[in-house]
């Protein structure tokens, strides 16, 4: 039976394909496995950050993660005003 943990990820998952397809030219792509792996290792990163400063190294590793799983474009989307009124 599958974990709710990989119900998360199916959904964070299929969001970064269509993130991808739509603006991720010139970006790697990755399989579900490296998503969800790369996503781990942010979120350990983040919980890191949380008892202090990051080094320089974690922070453009940060980075990195984020480019390769679409997050900044992920964010510049939300950020959008909204044009529906």
Do not use: C, F, W
């Amino acid at each position: 039976m599958p974990s709710k943990s990989s119900d998360v990820y199916d959904y964070y998952y299929e969001n970064y394909l269509i993130l991808y397809n739509l603006y991720g030219r010139g970006r790697p792509r990755v399989t579900r496995e490296q998503y969800e792996e790369l996503d781990s290792e942010l979120m350990q990163i983040v919980a890191q950050a949380e008892t202090g400063e990051l080094s320089h190294p974690q922070i453009v590793r940060v980075r990195d993660i984020e480019y390769i799983l679409m997050d900044d474009v992920a964010e510049a989307l939300l950020d959008r005003p909204s044009t529906s009124t």
